[in-house]
């Protein structure tokens, strides 16, 4: 019997990059809006726009993609940015915009994602001490 083991390398949450294409993204103040921060597509722009849980505005409750680097917006205006679609991130990585952070990712977030082929994973960090 012999067993094969692959090595999986994650970098900063990104366990299976997907394809990153340059498009416009339109942020809504000045701000930085970190890799990994879901975002939507505007259908009456067609430019991107952070993810809405819950949103019904313009599609902004849809998940296509998400930020592939930090985007450092000075205002709310149009600002280039590298957006990944596909692939597959770490659940607790990934950002929903307005939270800073996972906290409210759930399974019809994650279906959301899972339907533009982007696959969230719940790990456990083993480097991480658990005290508890």
Known sequence: MSITISKVTITDGVIRK???????FTAGSAKTYPAKTLVALDTSTLKYVPFVKGGTTNGNG??????????VATGAADFPAAIMFGGELQTEKTIIDADGDASNIDEAVKFSCLDKGLILIDTTDLYVADNS
């Open 62 to 71: 849809v998940v296509a993609g998400t930020l592939d680097a930090d985007v």
């Open 18 to 24: 997907g394809k990153v294409i340059g498009k416009t």
